[in-house]
C-alpha cells in the first residue's frame, strides 16, 4: 500500500555533509509521525530523529546540532540533513513512518513502514 524509498547516501570524508531523501509512493497513509534510523554492523538499530505530528522534531543526542529532519508540504517526502559527519555516523540509514500510538517516538515499534535503507559511509 505504502513504499518508501532512501537515496542520497554514499561515502564521504569526516566533516562533510550529505542530505538523504526519503520518498513515499502508492497510496499514502494518514501518517502521525516521520523519523529516521540507522544501523552500524553489529548494532541495533539507532533512533536517529524523527518528526512528531509532521511538526515537531526530536533528536538523538549524538546527532543534535548536527542533523536536521524536515520533509515537504505534502509529507510525502523526509529529508535528513547531515552536517559535520562523523565516522561514528557510518551506517545504513532508513526512513519511516508511522500512525498516531502513545509508543515512544524514539522506539523503532511505533513505526509500521519502513524503507529499504541507504549506506552512508564516513571516512578519510
Known amino acids: 500500500q505504502v513504499q518508501l524509498v532512501e537515496s542520497g547516501g554514499r561515502l564521504v570524508q569526516p566533516g562533510g555533509s550529505l542530505r538523504l531523501s526519503c520518498a513515499a509512493s502508492?497510496?499514502?497513509?494518514?501518517?502521525?509521525?516521520l523519523a529516521w534510523f540507522r544501523q552500524a554492523p553489529e548494532k541495533e538499530r539507532e533512533f536517529v530523529a524523527a518528526?512528531?505530528?509532521?511538526?515537531?522534531?526530536y533528536y538523538a543526542d549524538s546527532v543534535k546540532g548536527r542533523f536536521n529532519i524536515s520533509r515537504d508540504d505534502a509529507g510525502k517526502t523526509i529529508f535528513l540533513q547531515m552536517d559535520t559527519l562523523e565516522p561514528e555516523d557510518t551506517a545504513v540509514y532508513y526512513c519511516?513512518?508511522?500512525?498516531?500510538?502513545?509508543?515512544?517516538?524514539?522506539?523503532?515499534?511505533?513505526?509500521?513502514?519502513w524503507g529499504q535503507g541507504t549506506q552512508v559511509t564516513v571516512s578519510s
Open positions: 519511516a513512518a508511522g500512525l498516531i500510538s502513545t509508543t515512544s517516538i524514539r522506539s523503532s515499534r511505533a513505526y509500521s513502514s
Open positions: 502508492g497510496r499514502t497513509l494518514r501518517f502521525h509521525k
Open positions: 518528526l512528531w505530528n509532521m511538526d515537531t522534531a
